[in-house]
């Protein structure tokens, strides 16, 4: 027998309750086995949020020719709740349009980020997150050839030929030499020393606007987690759908087709979630 909208709406709260530590738990095994995971992760925030909104459009699969795509220390903090999922994916040509290139400086990303309601504080926390990860060979070259960047140091540019010997060259290197796999300030750190891998990192330290804030960010840690978190909560509001907006898929990696954007994610599934759950 089914139980009434309202018992239903009380097990949907039960289960959203639950749901962040379980994410966490499976997060945090996850990455304990592929520490690669956490900057993977960040990444396909930062793409979602950016190119159409945060509505989970890169976890759907590739459908009818469109493309898309399928945590090591750091802050934890509250993630606002209540937003509903995108229809479909954005499209490579969309992704690649909406996004500075990592050759872009100071004032190109500011204006961009103001479109989207951001601000010069934001761009220096949130590319922090370049404290993870990895970057190939094609998204610095520019740096080192045909002549080294003046604003490289020219022993890190020489370390990074040994990994780029000559131009289009498919290898990688760690974004932060320092603590390639910890989420920590050693990224500003690195940008001190003119160890910035992008020119779009790089000139962080380099413009007047945002100067002021690698250098804090080098020297406190502390500030630095307290200023992404701010500006990742304020990045995770961008362009979100909610009320009859988009849907609440039951597989997030597959829209809902059969049903039409505006209808409730049946109470059946939630309840078998947390029957899952209990049991």
């Not at 002021?212 to 978190?229: E, I, L, N, S, Y």
């Not at 509001?237 to 049903?259: E, F």
Request: hydrophobic share 45%; charged share 20%.
């Amino acid at each position: 027998m089914a139980s009434s909208p309202s018992a239903a709406r009380l097990l949907l709260l039960v289960a959203a309750a639950l749901a962040e530590a379980i994410v966490f738990a499976f997060l945090k095994d996850a990455i304990r086995k592929d520490v690669g995971l956490a900057a993977a992760l960040l990444r396909i925030h930062f793409h979602d949020c950016f190119v159409q909104g945060c509505d989970g459009s890169v976890l759907l699969d590739r459908t009818n020719g469109v493309d898309s795509e399928k945590l090591a220390g750091g802050p934890r903090y509250a993630v606002p709740l209540g937003r509903r999922d995108g229809l479909a994916p954005a499209s490579l040509d969309t992704i690649l349009g909406a996004l500075p290139p990592p050759t872009s400086k100071v004032p190109v990303l500011l204006s961009f980020l103001a479109k989207i309601g951001l601000n010069a504080d934001d761009l220096v926390a949130l590319s922090g997150a370049h404290t993870l990860g990895i970057a190939h060979c094609g998204s610095f070259e520019e740096r080192l050839f045909p002549k080294d960047d003046p604003t490289m140091d020219k022993f890190f540019a020489g370390h990074l030929k040994l990994t780029c010997p000559r131009l289009k060259v498919d290898n990688f290197t760690a974004n932060d030499i320092r603590t390639p796999d910890v989420f920590d300030n050693k990224f500003y750190v690195d940008l001190l020393n003119r160890q910035g891998l992008f020119t779009s990192d790089q000139d962080l330290h380099t413009d007047a606007k945002t100067k002021p804030m690698v250098t804090r960010f080098a020297v406190d840690q502390a500030a630095f987690f307290d200023q992404f978190v701010k500006s990742m909560v304020k990045m995770g509001q961008i362009n979100v759908l909610t009320g009859n907006q988009g849907q609440i898929r039951t597989d997030c990696s597959v829209p809902n087709a059969a049903r039409s954007a505006g209808d409730e994610l049946p109470w059946s599934v939630v309840e078998t979630a947390v029957e899952t759950l209990v049991l």
